[in-house]
């Protein structure tokens, strides 16, 4: 939680922190929460800084990037731009920490929050494959990567981590949750070594051979035969959206280069349910400390500062998302329907303005409901499941775009349906392109060839460019990008040197 930084009030003592931890906990599990076993760690802002450049791992692994991260969080503090509350882990126990300048009000706010987020990590589907010991298994990839420093120079070892995390969220982040996860086969048969031979229904007499095989029958049976060795030939035999996983089994790395992009990919897989429950997350969690501190925690001192903090939570800009916000709101529109009945095709077919307004067949499912909804969604189900136009129209949901003439953003679309679209078009694949390999042997000469799945956004070619260096760096052979550039089926292409782009024929 980041928000504007202001005045505080006096700082709370470790053991008053305590007691309140333990007063905060017994709420939320009255209220039906289920977090994890909660480690509290009081620190101060610099050492804050410190861990949340590091993803909240300080025992990561080291590299420039998380130096710069710290020098972005230290600077944004120092001249008053925003202040880390908090900063929660996903880990069994759950690690937390607070910022030891936070007055009382603030750490009774973030204990509550993250109370909230530690039951989401555990009950969440999303979060059920990942790595419950992750502060242990973070700290083991910072001891094999420091290692790998030792032998082979921090200069060959930062390069390359470098180019590998450039290609971090190459990932297939729902092959996790199949339970028949497919990988690439190779196996040699006759047929691709003597061809296709159709097998034919044996007759009693010759003349009846074209009555009982006939042509048709027979074409259609090698074209399906030929299609099937094409398929077995192609190497991989089926897309795949796991880059870094092909990588890893197909690239000529050595040992402990496919060892540092094994970290890399193993690592992108734990954050990824955060990028993709994001809005859900932070809504749960910002719906339970409001709650616990309104009804519970809060005394007649702390009221003020309480909706000073908790507005600056939920403050929204034009043409931004405020996960906290519209996670809250929506939060509280479930609830509220299921409570009221305001769900179901009685409720829909319903189109008296007035009597919408006033509906009410008093079910109060609203807490059960939530509690469910918790269990099974993600962003993407979850806007395109409960995103309402009713909720659109209340919370002022627009879609802006950016007037470089005005220097401003501004309305573009007040239409529900455009709205809803665009949250989810942002919040697909987690706002990243859709990429998977497509060949490992284009043109018989072991070269790389990725599809773009276009969705009606071009990618951005410089940023595209630099992730064929990034994957020839691995591949070390010629890569190959396919897109769509201004409507044109394009061809990227690096082989080392240059940077070559083609068009080719629509598939």
């Known amino acids: 939680m980041s928000v504007p930084a202001r005045k505080r009030r006096p700082l709370a003592p470790p053991d008053e922190l305590r007691r309140w931890q333990d007063k905060i906990l017994g709420w939320a599990k009255a209220y039906g929460l289920e977090p994890f076993r909660t480690v509290f760690e ?29 020098e972005e969080l230290q600077k944004g503090y120092s001249w008053g731009l925003q202040k880390i509350y908090e900063l929660v882990i996903n880990n069994d126990p759950c690690y937390a920490y607070l910022m030891k300048s936070n007055s009382m009000v603030d750490q009774k706010m973030v204990m509550a929050h993250v109370y909230g987020h530690s039951d989401f990590f555990r009950n969440n589907l999303w979060f059920s494959q990942t790595h419950r010991r992750m502060i ?41 949750y199949s339970p028949n996860r497919q990988r690439a086969r190779f196996e040699f048969s006759e047929e691709e070594e003597h061809g296709a031979e159709v097998r034919r229904f044996k007759t009693p007499k010759g003349y009846l051979d074209r009555y009982i095989n006939p042509p048709e029958y027979l074409e259609a049976q090698r074209r399906r035969i030929e299609e099937q060795i094409e398929k077995k030939k192609r190497f991989p035999e089926e897309p795949r959206k796991d880059v870094l996983e092909f990588l890893i089994q197909f690239a000529p790395l050595e040992t402990w280069q496919r060892d540092v992009v094994s970290i890399i990919r193993e690592e992108a897989y734990y954050f990824a349910p955060q990028a993709q429950t994001k809005i859900m997350n932070e809504g749960w969690a910002t719906y339970w400390h409001a709650k616990i501190m309104t009804e519970k925690a809060l005394e007649g001192t702390e009221v003020v500062d309480f909706a000073d903090h908790h507005s600056g939570t939920l403050g929204t800009r034009p043409g931004q998302i405020n996960p906290y916000k ?57 806007i395109d499941e409960f995103l309402t136009k009713d909720f659109c129209e209340r919370q002022k949901l627009f879609v802006y775009k950016f007037n470089g003439q005005a220097n401003q953003y501004e309305i573009a679309d007040r239409d529900f349906e455009a709205v809803k679209r665009g949250l989810l078009f942002r919040l697909t694949n987690m706002g990243h392109p859709i990429i998977a390999v497509e060949d490992g042997n284009f043109r018989n000469r072991a070269e790389l060839l990725l599809k773009h799945r276009h969705e009606g956004a071009d990618l951005d070619l410089d940023e595209a460019r630099d992730t064929l260096q990034s994957l020839h760096r691995l591949w070390q052979r010629p890569v190959n990008l396919a897109t769509i550039v201004e409507d044109t089926p394009k061809l990227l292409s690096f082989d080392g040197k240059d940077h070559k782009e083609e068009e080719v024929k629509a598939p």
Not at 348 to 377: N, P, S
Request: with cysteine; hydrophobic share 35%.
């Open 136 to 176: 242990d298994e973070i700290a083991n990839h910072g001891t094999r990567i420091r290692r790998y420093v030792e032998r082979h120079g921090r200069e060959r070892v930062e390069s390359f981590l470098d180019a590998a995390l450039s290609l971090d969220n190459l990932i297939d982040h729902h092959s996790v």
């Open 326 to 382: 519209l996670g809250v709101e929506l939060w509280r529109d479930i609830e509220e329907r299921w409570d009221k009945g305001r769900f179901g095709s009685e409720f829909q077919d319903c189109d008296d303005l007035a009597k919408r307004r006033a509906w009410d067949l008093k079910l109060g499912q609203g807490r059960e409901k939530i509690f469910e909804v918790r269990r099974i969604y993600n962003d993407i189900t979850f």
């Open 42 to 70: 009081l620190i101060d802002h610099e050492e804050m800084s410190q861990i949340a450049a590091y993803g909240g791992f300080p025992t990561r692994y080291p590299h420039w990037r998380f130096g710069m991260e710290y």
